[in-house]
């Protein structure tokens, strides 16, 4: 049976990109598939021969670099169950199972690979333990690679819901032993006479793995960061497959058009020529989201925009459908729903919801359905129609913890805010019962639009000073050098360290008063309010939110 190094100079030309390995490798894999599909295609004679076990991993390599990340298992699945397959091979194959079920959250489980990889213990830390003690025997330094990157992710993974900025601190610092070992590691290959090539490669992979579980607990400057610099390793390669992972993670922190625009299009000419089609849906589903957002405000033209927008996620919604065989992503229409209200088409918003209502039933994510009914809510309100708004209403306040989710509990309430008749309605004015109030001087509000229509289009921010009542403010940014670089130069100003101040305020030259994920995460380093004020800086597009991304209520004092 081969062993690593040749199985690891298969993936060679899968890692540059080449199109016609890509697809030999990956065909038999889709073709012989299971389901309808696979079967229709037996019947018919059309199935492929799958590649020799030595090409095995690399198969999956070209199944990822199409973004069918489920079936690139298969392989590497084929090839465990090898009765003679080379031990270094073979961890090295649990590694990478481990890491592609954890990073995109395919349900696998993970005990028993743990435990053949010998990291199966009471805790991360634990295994931990003994992989640095060495009571784990050591194997290829890819192999190493390996474990350290599991133990890593999964270390990650324990914050899947991070409930403050210490928290995401501590998991970050857990995590990024193993990281840090895993690029030494990487760096070492780079030495290495045979295996000089595949040290960039797997240093750029650790470091976007990083990147990505980094930014998903909100550690978005240090996210960015990990991103930044494994792009450019990949470039260096290059790596298109890599190169198209990392670009579609960094476009997924985006904020507007302009800071993505360059990305995405690089993105879209590599996906186009590896064929991958997830991919090419996830660009479209983005590119839609930001147009969304710069649309956003008063105005035909604005509202068009976001209309295009919207449509844009829809059909992005039934290309990525198509492209894996199965329904089309819901939480996708369910977001181009909600855009369709606030542009003034509740009825169109109402069919695209009843037609995803089925499958985010069916597939039991709890919170997804507390954003549909909320939007549903939005929808039958934005028509007029008070009775079955009013009804929905009361079906999502009595039957789901709405007021515990925070995307759907500030959907709702911009669902209900101009509709003074539900606070007086005795049956639905517990939604506003025991909201805090924040108070901002009429002079610090003209101050604020001033300063942000002096810096556009350009961001201006402030530290807001009083909690509960806003007094004033210090600006600490007049017109930053980019459309959206507010928070990530408060990142950078204060280290990531809590900062002296109540609160703070910015600027959205957009006209979006939406907080962005960077946006979320830095409202946890201030105890009291954060203003976000959209184009045209008036002061009915101010939007107030507390530490933990909950819409508040801000009356302005004459």
């Known amino acids: 049976m081969p062993g690593l ?76 169950g090898a009765t003679d397959l080379d031990r270094d091979l073979k961890e090295v194959c649990l590694g990478r199972m481990c890491l592609i079920a954890t990073l995109h959250n395919i349900p696998l489980d993970l005990g028993p690979l743990l435990s053949e990889l010998g990291l199966l213990h009471s805790s991360p830390s634990a295994a931990s333990r003994m992989l640095h003690r060495r009571r784990i025997k050591r194997g290829h330094d890819l192999a190493d690679m390996e474990r350290e990157l599991v133990l890593g992710s999964l270390a990650y993974r324990r914050g899947d819901v991070v409930g403050s900025p210490e928290m995401a601190e501590d998991l970050d610092r857990g995590a ?37 579980l980094r930014g998903q607990i909100g550690l978005l400057r240090r996210g960015n960061e990990d991103l930044t610099k494994g792009l450019e390793l990949a470039r260096s390669g290059p790596f298109p497959p890599l190169i198209l992972s990392i670009l579609l993670e960094i476009c997924s922190f985006a904020e507007d058009l302009e800071g993505a625009g360059k990305l995405l299009d690089e993105a879209r000419t590599i996906a186009d020529e590896l064929g991958n089609m997830p991919a090419l849906a996830r660009i479209a589903y983005i590119h839609g989201s930001l147009v969304c957002l710069d649309g956003e405000g008063d105005g035909k033209k604005r509202k068009g925009r976001v209309i295009k927008g919207a449509e844009e996620i829809l059909l992005a919604s039934d290309r990525l459908g198509a492209a894996s065989g199965g329904d089309v992503p819901a939480i996708w229409r369910s977001e181009a729903a909600v855009w369709l209200i606030r542009a003034g088409e509740p009825e169109r918003a109402m069919r695209v919801l009843r037609g995803c209502a089925r499958s985010i039933r069916a597939s039991g994510d709890r919170e997804l359905l507390m954003e549909l009914l909320a939007a549903s809510v939005y ?93 004033h403010l210090d600006p600490i940014m007049e017109g930053a050098g980019g459309r959206s670089q507010f928070m990530f130069s408060l990142y950078s100003r204060f280290s990531g360290r809590n900062v002296d101040g109540e609160g703070v305020v910015h600027s959205h030259p957009s006209g979006s008063t939406r907080p962005s994920r960077a946006d979320l995460t830095m409202f946890g380093r201030f105890p009291g309010i954060n203003i976000i004020i959209g184009h045209p800086f008036r002061d009915d597009s101010m939007a107030a939110y507390d530490r933990l991304g909950n819409r508040v209520r801000l009356d302005i004092i004459t």
């Open 379 to 471: 929808a039958r309100l934005s028509t007029g129609d008070r009775r079955s708004g009013k009804k929905a209403l009361l079906d999502l306040l009595y039957n789901h913890p709405v007021k515990s989710d925070v995307r759907a509990f500030n959907l709702l309430k911009e669902a209900v805010e101009g509709h003074a008749w539900l606070r007086e309605d005795e049956d639905t004015r517990e939604l506003f019962e025991g909201e805090v109030i924040y108070r901002i001087d009429q002079v610090v509000v003209d101050d604020i639009k001033r300063r942000a229509r002096e810096a556009y289009p350009n961001e201006f921010g402030a530290m807001l000073r009083g909690l509960e009542h806003i007094t």
């Open 5 to 80: 190094i040749e199985a690891e100079l298969r993936c060679d030309r899968v890692r540059g990109g080449d199109p016609g390995v890509v697809e030999r490798l990956s065909d038999p894999f889709i073709r012989n598939g299971t389901g309808k599909l696979g079967l229709l295609r037996s019947l018919m004679g059309q199935d492929s021969t799958y590649p020799e076990r030595v090409e095995l991993l690399a198969a999956s390599e070209a199944l990822s670099a199409k973004g069918l990340q489920r079936p690139s298992l298969d392989p590497i699945e084929r090839l465990i």
């Open 176 to 212: 990024s032993i193993h990281f840090t070992k895993a690029k030494e590691i990487a760096s070492k290959l780079r030495g290495d006479e045979i295996m000089d090539g595949w040290g960039d490669y797997h240093l750029a992979r650790c470091v976007m793995i990083s990147g990505t």
